[in-house]
């Protein structure tokens, strides 16, 4: 029951599954980030096999001619028990991605990891640069100190409003104060420019938040800010219609995809997000 509940955020159990979902996205104009599911790892063997999986991912996106590239979490190739092993596994997946013309985007989980991801991040564009991006959070207080610092060093963010359960020492309590973060940040991160050479980064607006999505394009018709200057990226099954009209529009919009049988936290978070999801969820599954 919860595999085909699951089944309107997670786009299938397997590699095949999710890559024949990606080519569908594709069809419709609609760029994907493939996620296999997993999270919160504790042995190497684990890891490599998550890894694994990656590798193939991005060996179908080159020889399929996918527009696609893929999303990764550092607990889902040990980070928690060996943080120099995820480094050099990530590590791995950048350099494949550098080769085949892709890019690895590295999740952003909760705090406890916010620093360690951007810091991994930066050594790896270093070695890799435009290969390797990261994610930030627009409730936690020190975003625009870490967007600023990824802006300069060229590297691509993704900028969500955040997904985890975050104390108010450290993020905003108020909806309405991430709501406003987020405008904030990504006004600046669409409108940056580097001061030595004057080019932007290429950025990720991650959001199905409609009042969000509008002030982005009223800010982009006001101040005359190319389309090809960031992309507006959205969760599978979430919001097709505006996934459309925006791509009709002319916007760049990728699809973060899903796949694989860990999907059970995922699934929890997109249910805790929209409560309302358990009854839409409910209904078709009865309806099936
Ligand atoms: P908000 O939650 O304010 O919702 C606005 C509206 O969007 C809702 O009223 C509803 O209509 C619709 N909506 C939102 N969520 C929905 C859902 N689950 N089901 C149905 N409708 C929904 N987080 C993180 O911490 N680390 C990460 O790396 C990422 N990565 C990421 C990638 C991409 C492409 C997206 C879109 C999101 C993430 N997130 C994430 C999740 C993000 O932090 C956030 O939790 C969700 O996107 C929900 O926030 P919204 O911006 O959509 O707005």
Redesign the pocket.
């Known amino acids: 029951m919860g595999k085909k509940m699951s089944g309107r955020f997670v786009a299938g159990m397997s590699v095949e599954e999710a890559l024949a979902a990606c080519q569908r996205v594709n069809k419709e104009g609609i760029a994907v980030?493939l996620d296999s599911l997993g999270e919160s790892v504790t042995t190497e063997a684990e890891a490599r096999t998550s890894a694994d999986i990656y590798h193939q991912l991005l060996d179908a996106i080159h020889t399929r001619g996918l527009n696609a590239n893929v999303?990764v979490k550092l607990s889902q190739v040990g980070m928690d028990f060996d943080p120099a092993l995820a480094e050099r596994i990530v590590g791995e997946m950048v350099e494949h991605a550098a080769h085949v013309q892709s890019f690895v985007r590295i999740?952003?989980?909760g705090s406890p990891y916010t620093e360690a991801t951007i810091a991994m991040t930066e050594r790896l564009a270093a070695k890799f640069p435009g290969a390797v991006g990261t994610?930030l959070?627009a409730y936690l207080f020190r975003t625009e100190g870490d967007a600023e610092r990824l802006l300069n060093e060229g590297i691509r963010i993704?900028l969500?409003?955040?997904?985890?359960k975050e104390g108010p020492e450290i993020a905003f309590p108020a909806?309405s104060d991430v709501?406003s973060n987020?405008v904030k940040l990504m006004r600046r991160m669409v409108t940056f420019s580097n001061p030595t050479t004057g080019k932007g980064v290429f950025c990720?607006i991650?959001?199905?938040?409609?009042a969000?999505v509008e002030q982005m394009r009223a800010f982009v018709r006001e101040h005359n800010i190319d389309k090809s200057a960031f992309e507006f990226?959205?969760?599978y099954g979430?919001?097709r219609d505006l996934q459309h009209r925006l791509t009709a529009e002319g916007f760049g919009v990728?699809v973060?995809l899903p796949f694989g049988p860990e999907w059970y936290p995922y699934f929890m978070?997109?249910?805790a997000?929209?409560p309302?999801?358990v009854i839409f969820l409910a209904k078709n599954f009865f309806k099936n």
Do not use: F, W
């Open positions: 980030s999303s999740d952003m989980e994610v959070q993704r969500c409003k955040g997904a985890y909806k709501d987020y990720g991650a959001t199905h938040d409609e969000i990226q959205m969760l979430i919001r990728r973060y978070r997109r249910l997000e929209r309302a999801n």
